[in-house]
């Protein structure tokens, strides 16, 4: 039998279901969001990042750059010939960048490629004063790349050495061998058919120019378009992580040490073709560059990754503002400021780039 409900009790239902305010239907009716509140709401939700600018910061760079000298100085820098003078100035820092971020791709220094490339000249040269033919010269210069990849690879990847300690280690030993076998003389006995081979021009630029794009082509497409690249960049990004997913971390580092070495060996011959001699303590002063370039284009393009494009647009800056800046009357001396300078502002806007990307 259902219990009667009191009157109170209804009475008391009854006021908690109705409303204490009557409902205004002019206040139920919204009106639709229109195309600026979206705008504004997305605003407020979105604060503003300096890391929108950084792809395209050192891009836009060069273009300032280029544009202001062409107007400070329209009758020397301006010109097809000072153009053709500055890339093929960087033909062979173009060639060293290319070397050096492969192993910096998976997280490893190599600082010995500059002193792999000048020894691959002195080797070419004194081999051939000393009556070998082209073949071997060349065959045992090329054979120095592959070498020395293999000893600072397993320095470092077997051995655990750091790689900055061990490749700087190795750019000493290298400049020392150098001077011994060349008896600390500049080294002229370079091969005629090398030095025509390296001065040969196609579309206003010399070989060594069209080996570095072609090098660069292909560099890219393994970085972007390939499991390697991607794998490279794992392995740099996290070791840790690569080798639980079970990528063979030591076996690319491997690789990335050989290949590297092999094309310093090879960049070496077109640079004492280039020249027509070789000085066997150059390769301090073909260090620096490179390296400026690959951390200058890691803060561009891709933040926070060394890739070829922006390696490209950084040796390009830097050789533009270089000129320039020689062409207005400064000494060259601005080539070290430079160059020093431009690598202190590269990793310092890295770091501040990828701080506010993750933000």
Known sequence: MRPEVG????????????????????????????EADDTDRRRAKTPFSWAVFGPWAVPALLVILFITFCFASPHIFATTTNVQVIVDG??????????????????????????????????????????????????AAILLGPLIGMINSLLVVAFGVDSLIATLGMLTVLTGIGRLISKENLVTSIPQGLIHLSSHRLFGFNTAVWAGWIVALGLWYVFELTPTGRFLLFIGGNRNSAKLVGLRVSRFRFGAYIVSGTLAALVGLLFAGSLGSVDPGAGGSYL??????????????????????????AIYLLAVGISGLQLLGLAGWISDVFNGGCLIVAVSFSILFRRAATK
Request: net charge negative.
């Open 7 to 34: 009157k109170e009790s209804q009475l008391h239902i009854e006021t908690a279901s109705t409303p204490l305010v009557e409902a205004d239907p002019a206040l139920d009716a919204e009106s639709p969001p229109t």
């Open 90 to 139: 960087q033909a062979t820092i173009v060639l060293l960048a290319m070397a050096l971020i492969i192993p910096l791709r998976a997280g490893d220094f190599d600082l010995s490629i500059s002193a792999v490339m000048v020894l691959s000249g002195v080797i070419a040269g004194v081999l051939t004063a000393h009556g070998y033919s082209a073949l071997i010269a060349f065959g």
């Open 288 to 313: 620096l560059p490179p390296i400026t370039a690959a951390f200058l284009g890691a803060s561009a393009i891709k933040l926070g990754r060394f890739n070829v494009i922006g390696t490209l647009v």
